[in-house]
């Protein structure tokens, strides 16, 4: 292992490929081998940087504040040889995945103690897991997989990695001869060429910027592709593909560059928090941007970066309604009308969907391999028609439920991973803040280990907890991803500043979230003569209503986009009904107003904003209101055992927070807050 290693030293040290340490004697043997050739290393004890960290001790103090942030501290050389490696619990597991991660994204050449028959695969099987934990320690395996595959060396027999071991066998079944022992002095390479002398040159690049720098050079009967480890362990068969067709057109091109630039697709003026959160392309990373603050337009301008260096049907874009799908489409479509777009079809663009969209559309590809007989039909309801009803009898049934446990089921299969994976370059995630737990290890496996991934959301905004989603996804994400970046969007576009500055004080209000204060963004200084927040009681509930309508019907009679926000279906029921006894069917399917429950309204805007029956026991719920539901048992994240025992991770006082504040963020100019029963504790 030691001499196949040093054989080979230039192409591994350059890629900072590491090596599996088999004995104590093969240990010596690579550090004397280290020091004369003057290279700097550490030996690291696992068991004493458990010791160094804070995670032993359950004292994260909040979210997003994980103690590994301090682990660069620990690796200060280039060779880090990690001794005593064995993980017994979950915080075991969480600092060695933070090992792996913090690897595979610097310039570090890891070589694990392992012993000559452990499979350092199995590394994770030490210790009983329950179902969630298990889940996690899937992600954790696929992170390890990924980093082996691409950056250490395990087969003895091999010199290269899995990876390039791989590609080096399909080339070489198309005709063309490896070279041995070629280096350059910045990038290695794999050289090949075939009985008609053509020559083809592999740059490989170790990290992810490669995604900003591919290209391909022609130059007579040789070409030169610059691809990194992902291109090689995901998407092989696109470089193999390539060269088949090489021989055939080289034959009338001479000298030819085949790069992509940024000049395809324009994005618009943003932020500087935007601007920068749109190039990041190399680490995982968590825009957290409050309301208002442009995160569908991150999201659309995000999409038209990646389109300058990869294909658009390789972007997964991911988010809750098919009113947001068309939203994103639609302002694509608009973005690039008037720059290249017309070679542009946005109907190809499959991959912008619902996460309930792109699950099924798994179930359906895959529902034989799950053993269904036929494709299985989502649930909706119950059928009312006889005849119908009998027509689908033998037809198999599904609630989305079960749509992500079948999904769950499939990927035990690392094939099926793979195979989905490898069909998508970038993710980008939108209101994550909403995505329950069994979601999120979906997409975090297809992810496969890479981290060309991005997140989006706001755990201010979280008020789908009744529905599955899981704020908690959001807030510890940098235990998932410690070398990830975090950016934070606090400029709103949207309202008044004294409407800005009442969500503050709300939301300040909240025991667990990320802190963050919303700020008026300067060149859009919403003013008005009226006071933008109106507390208002009434001495009925009729006299609340009758208000609320007129006002309504006076507010839309001034072209003014109105909206009155409830808590239940019950009450948005009953204002549509007085809205259609007091107004034309004309006016009433105008498109310049809404009636609907606060839930709803995620997502939208109005100048004026009611918000109906804002009293206790209902905002704040009632049940909110009692003590029993207001403690950190409400917490049922694997990792909440990282926090401090005396920090109050969730409450459900605190998610009526949040729905209040989901509800005041929609107004851009005034909002009135009316109540007619005991007032809300939320205004006292």
């Known amino acids: 292992m030691i001499n196949l290693y040093f054989k080979n030293f230039n192409f591994n040290l350059s890629n900072f490929i590491g090596i599996a340490i088999f004995s104590e004697d093969e240990k010596k043997l690579f550090i004397k081998n280290l020091k004369n050739l003057g290279l700097d290393f550490n030996v690291i004890s696992f068991i004493t940087m458990k010791s160094s960290l804070r995670l ?92 082996t595959a691409t950056r250490i060396i395990f087969d003895k027999k091999n010199k290269f990695v899995s990876t390039i071991t791989y590609i080096i066998k399909k080339i070489s079944a198309l005709g063309f001869n490896y070279i041995e022992n070629k280096n350059e002095p910045c990038n290695p390479y794999l050289e090949f060429i075939n009985k008609d ?35 090689i ?47 990041e392309l190399d680490l995982a990373h968590l825009v957290i941007a409050g309301a208002g603050s442009g995160k569908t337009r991150l999201i659309v301008n995000k999409f038209l970066y990646l389109i300058n260096f990869i294909s658009s049907d390789e972007i997964l874009i991911l988010t809750f309604t098919n009113n947001a799908v068309e939203e994103i489409k639609n302002r694509i479509r608009c973005q690039i009308s008037g720059d290249n777009g017309d070679n542009f079809n946005i109907k190809k663009i499959l991959n912008i969907m619902t996460y309930h969209s792109f699950f099924y559309s798994i179930i359906k590809e895959y529902y034989i391999k799950l053993g269904f007989k036929s494709m299985p039909i989502i649930k909706d309801g119950v059928f009312k028609n006889i005849e119908t009803q009998l027509k689908i009898s033998e037809a198999h049934f599904i609630s989305y439920d079960d749509i992500i446990l079948n999904i769950l089921k499939l990927f035990k299969n690392e094939d099926a991973v793979y195979d989905i994976a490898s069909r998508f370059k970038y993710i980008l995630v939108d209101e994550y803040q909403d995505l329950d737990f069994l979601s999120d290890i979906i997409i975090k496996k297809i992810d496969g280990g890479r981290g060309v991934i991005m997140y989006a959301g706001d755990d201010d ?169 207001d403690n950190t048992k409400n917490l049922n994240h694997p990792f909440r055992f990282f926090l401090n025992s005396d920090i109050n991770g969730k409450s459900a006082y605190g998610d009526e927070i949040k729905l209040f504040y989901v509800a005041i963020s929609r107004a851009k100019k005034k909002v009135f807050i009316t109540y007619s029963g005991e007032k809300s504790k939320f205004l006292q």
């Open 461 to 629: 905004q979280s008020i789908y907890g009744f529905n599955g989603g899981d704020s908690t996804n959001l807030l510890f994400f940098d235990l998932f991803y410690p070398s990830g970046k975090l950016f934070i969007m606090q400029y709103n576009y949207r309202s008044n500043s004294k409407i800005i500055d009442f969500c503050n004080s709300l939301l300040n209000n909240i025991s667990f979230r990320f802190p963050k204060k919303m700020i008026q963004y300067e060149s859009k200084n919403i003013l008005s003569d009226e006071n933008p927040i109106n507390i208002l009681k009434f001495k009925s509930k009729n006299a609340e209503e009758r208000f609320i309508i007129d006002q309504f019907n006076l507010y839309l009679a001034n072209g003014k986009n109105t909206a009155i926000l409830v808590r239940t279906q019950k009450e948005e029921d009953n204002f549509k009904k007085i809205l259609k006894e007091t107004k034309p069917e004309a006016f009433i399917n105008s498109k310049n107003w809404f009636i609907g429950t606060i839930h709803k309204s995620k997502g939208m805007e109005f100048d004026i904003v009611f918000i109906a029956n804002v009293a206790n026991g209902n905002i704040p719920h009632l049940k909110s209101l009692s003590k029993t539901n």
């Open 197 to 231: 002398n053509f020559i083809i040159i592999l740059k490989i690049y170790p990290l992810k910027k490669i995604i900003a720098l591919r290209e391909e050079f022609i130059k007579g009967s040789k070409i030169v592709f610059n691809i990194s480890f992902n291109d």
């Open 56 to 147: 032993c001790n359950n004292k994260v103090s909040g979210p997003l504040n994980f103690p590994l942030k301090d682990i660069e501290e620990l690796f200060p050389s280039r060779f880090i040889i990690l001794e005593d490696l064995l993980v017994e619990n979950l915080r075991d597991a969480v600092l060695f995945n933070a090992i792996c991660d913090f690897i595979l994204h610097n310039k570090i050449i890891l070589c694990p103690v392992i012993s000559s028959t452990f499979d350092l695969q199995s590394i994770y099987d030490n210790f009983n897991k329950d179902f969630y934990e298990g889940l996690i320690i899937d992600i954790f395996k696929l992170r390890l997989k990924f980093l």
């Open 233 to 279: 362990y995901f998407n092989p068969d696109e470089i193999i593909n390539k060269i088949k067709i090489f021989p055939l057109i080289t034959k009338d091109i001479k000298n030819i560059r085949i790069k992509r630039e940024i000049t395809k697709f324009k994005c618009d003026k943003l932020s500087k928090i935007q601007a920068i959160s749109i190039k």
